[in-house]
């Protein structure tokens, strides 16, 4: 990695470029928002945010630090609640939306509540929150995550919120939309999509200086890999002074 910029830089960086100009994205803080705001303020101005807590479309002043902060209200077109946001989704009106979690398999499916057996886990975690809602009715679900073979699971403890499920055709049936589902997955090695057939995992870019090797040997299923894997664009001098005085000047996260 570079000395110009650190791994979270790099992540934000590359997720931002994902978000298109007049598409609507829910986030919640931390990465995510810093990558919608960085969209915001470079290629995507008329990019909608969105927050769990009703933040509609703020023009945000700075990081909030949590979904309910009032900086999340600022100029927003609407301060609504959290019943209108979800609706909001359930009626297909959010294009992206950022998730997270401990777990992470290779159809995409997220745990964020417990490690080890439900009855008596090695960790239990918050649980959905609005996760589950998101992954469910958003069309296009990103993750930001550190890879490592304790988060790249061959099989999650516990399926909080739903990627394809069990493969091609499973999210269908379970009732989700047609053609919605996990997008793209940012991690300090690499970006990956997912394949169309089987709806399984698939290596697409290489950050600067990363093997293919070292990914596979940080994830705990085997990978597919694009037929041709680029290597990760790094983040631009313009990108970084946004993102460093504009978007995160104390460093809140991308100090991390």
Not at 93 to 99: S, T
Not at 100 to 123: E, F, R, W
Request: net charge negative; aromatic share 8%; glycine share 10%.
């Amino acid at each position: 990695m570079s000395s110009q910029y650190n791994m979270m830089e790099m992540m934000i960086c590359t997720a931002a470029k994902f978000l298109e100009n007049g598409k609507t994205v829910a986030v919640g803080t931390g990465a995510p928002c810093a990558a919608a705001m960085l969209a915001q303020k470079t290629h995507a101005p008329d990019l909608v945010v969105v927050f769990e807590a009703g933040g509609i479309a703020p023009q945000l002043p700075q990081m909030p630090i949590s979904v309910g902060d009032s900086r999340t209200f600022f100029r927003a077109v609407m301060a609504a609640g959290m019943c209108e946001m979800m609706t909001t989704c359930c009626r297909g009106l959010v294009d992206y939306a950022f998730l997270g979690g401990a777990q992470i398999d290779a159809y995409g499916n997220l745990n964020s509540t417990i490690v080890g057996d439900y009855a008596k886990p090695k960790v239990r975690f918050p649980g959905s929150g609005g996760a589950n809602d998101f992954a469910s009715m958003c069309w296009r679900t990103m993750i930001m995550t550190v890879h490592n073979q304790s988060r790249f699971v061959e099989k999650v403890d516990f399926v909080t919120s739903p990627g394809f499920l069990t493969g091609a055709g499973a999210r269908e049936a379970a009732g989700l939309a047609p053609g919605s589902g996990p997008y793209k997955i940012v991690t300090d090695m690499a970006v990956m999509g997912f394949d169309h057939a089987s709806k399984r995992m698939m290596v697409e870019s290489l950050h600067p200086g990363v093997t293919l090797d070292k990914v596979r040997e940080n994830t705990g299923f085997e990978l597919l890999v694009a037929d041709h894997v680029e290597i990760t664009a790094e983040p631009t001098h313009e990108e970084l002074t946004i993102l460093r005085e504009e978007v995160d000047p104390l460093r809140y996260v991308i100090g991390r």
